[in-house]
């Protein structure tokens, strides 16, 4: 019989809805279920696509004794951290502090009055590795509870007095200068792995943000070094498993330092970020590798994370079923003909190949050329024989016709894994990750000529617009077959979703964008922000008290509300003249003054919109006869494709009321003409694509 997860619209709840486990989702009232039975609250926190939750929710939640122990001792409450990223911080700081690290599954014991007393993550059935079981350690804690109560008391007490006192460095509420953001390069310079690209060892996550802050510290100072760090970790992560080399888009992790056996899980976030960067570092160098894993990654998203409501899905799965193979033996991944799925879930299934199933589909010549063009060996480079497809660096020239052409390799390959059993999709629509994706689709159909590609970004725009977005301007986390969340949105949704609406302004030349971002951003402004200290907080003035207030300005798998808030803040001043998002702007990236020379890595997009800021940014101000007049149109072009970081543009006619940099903007004698100004100051207009891209570091 399901349970009260079979009405929540999350994914991950939805898996666990028919658990023996009684789960509660988060509210008050489970919270007073425990309060009237005098029990703690198990508080378990995952999401749909994470390979351990899975693990987890096999070996304990299904098992009918387990669940027979939990619901007699404990109020089970589930969460999912996508949906709830307030929930997942607020313990999550609390389970680091503890244990020095975390991750999921979370698991976390709580009083009634939601304070924790003791943490972990992943549970094991038996004890293994020095672990308890999972029902030791609810025995152990239920024990607890009913002996030493006081004791249980005073720990949880103890705990949520430490939070309370972890404050953050605000910095002194000014800009990062040319030293802080030197310092910050020579910081990533240290941390560098020449050999192989990115930043540290093994795990190896891609650093979509910090690439985009070299990116720009290049365009604003020349530093060549800082280009050489973001091209060569760009092509060797292009280069490695952990970008699909058939199918487009990136996986959330390498396990290794050399990019080559992925943790296959891949996030909306992840590629949207990456595409962004990608078609950025093309704009930059012309290189035709960034340009095809760009707009890879955008067909990629637009193919398989897209919903029919014109939304992207969050996630795929990192498992998928294993096929049985024609000899009759289970097989990850398979080969064009597949026998039927053996019931079980393995980690990369549908991406991994044999010789055996390339053989299969290729035939043994292709074969051969196909294992030594993707780097796959008899051994295999991931599990039972199994490789993960790469583009190693090698000296050999190869057929292009035979690898890429119609009929070819990639295509044969990619039709076969096509039929085997395909990983899950996580289908909730989450705002902020949307407002990525925007963004990156935006730009990407601009750079290439894809207007398929913006016309998926303002689909995507429209469905925040209409579902996610009430009458007053306030942003809903998610929504699921355009159904709207329960959930408010965080500082994340705000911010990202402004950031996607400005790009779309620029790209589009449709002013309701921008309108639709001030008002965003007016959110940020006036429920988000400390008027004091000028210091922005995840969770809304207004929000639901939880015991304490959220507030991580570090960026880690995406940018935070923080850096993200200040980024579109900026953008947003930039475009419209306002003086309080520029301040706005300025005051929150005070904490990037005082993370970036320290901990440049977490907070890569707070040091990128800190560059934008050095620059200016600068503003772009387009005229013309009509937006499809070719003259304007390459004159907008060229101001989209201008290195200088942060640079807004604005397009439309000079009778246009759309845009504030469009006001007093006429045509230079009959012609149309761009406006560059930046810091006050204006340029002379011009009507030449070639000097307006010499004034934007083209």
Known sequence: MPNRLAHETSPYLLQHADNPVDWWPWSDEAFAEARERNVPVLLSVGYASCHWCHVMAHESFEDQATADYLNA?????????????????????????????????????????????????????????????????????????????DEVAEVAGKIVRDLAGREISYGDAQLPGDAQQSQALLGLTREYDPQRGGFGGAPKFPPSMVIEFLLRHHARTGAEGALQMARDTAERMARGGIYDQLGGGFARYSVDRDWVVPHFEKMLYDNALLCRVYAHLWRSTGSELARRVALETADFMVRELRTPEGGFASALDADSEEVVVPEGRPQKGGGGRREGGTGRHVEGAYYVWTPAQVREVLGEQDAELAMRYFGMTEEGTFEEGASVLQL???????????????????????????ARPAPGRDDKVVAAWNGLAIAALAETGAYFDRPDLTEAAVAAADLLVRVHLDDHARIARTSKDGRVGANAGVLEDYADVAEGFLALASVTGEGVWLEFAGLLLGHVLARFTDPESGALYDTA??????????????????????????????????????????????????????????????????????????????????????????????LHRTALLGTAPGTVVAVGTPESDEFPLLADRPLVGGEPAAYVCRNFTCDM??????????????
């Open 392 to 418: 190693p660096q090698q000296d050999e020239v190869f057929d292009a016709g035979r690898i890429a052409g119609p009929g070819g390799i990639k295509e044969r390959l990619l039709a076969a894994r096509g």
């Open 541 to 634: 003035s207004d929000a639901e008290r939880l015991i304490r207030r959220p507030q991580d300005p570090t960026d880690n798998a995406v940018p935070s509300g923080w850096t993200a808030a200040a980024g579109a803040l900026l953008g947003y001043a930039a475009q419209t003249g306002s003086t309080a998002h520029r301040t706005a702007a300025e005051r929150a990236l005070g904490v990037v003054k005082a993370l970036g020379p320290r901990v440049p890595r977490f907070v890569g997009w707070g040091l990128a919109v800190a560059e934008a800021a050095l620059d200016g940014p600068r503003e772009v101000a387009v005229v013309g006869p009509a937006l499809d007049d070719p003259a304007t149109t390459a």
């Open 685 to 698: 207009p011009t009507t030449d694509p070639d000097r307006l891209s010499a004034a934007l570091g083209g």
């Open 73 to 149: 001792h404990f109020v089970n409450v589930k969460v999912d951290r996508e949906e709830r990223p307030d929930v997942d911080a607020v313990y999550m700081e609390a389970v680091q502090a503890a244990t020095g690290q975390g991750g999921w599954p979370m698991t976390v014991f709580l009083t009634p009055d939601a304070e924790p007393f003791y943490f972990g993550t992943y549970f094991p059935p038996e004890p293994r590795q020095g672990m308890p079981s999972f029902r030791q350690l609810l025995q152990g804690v239920h024990q607890a509870w009913d002996e030493r109560r």
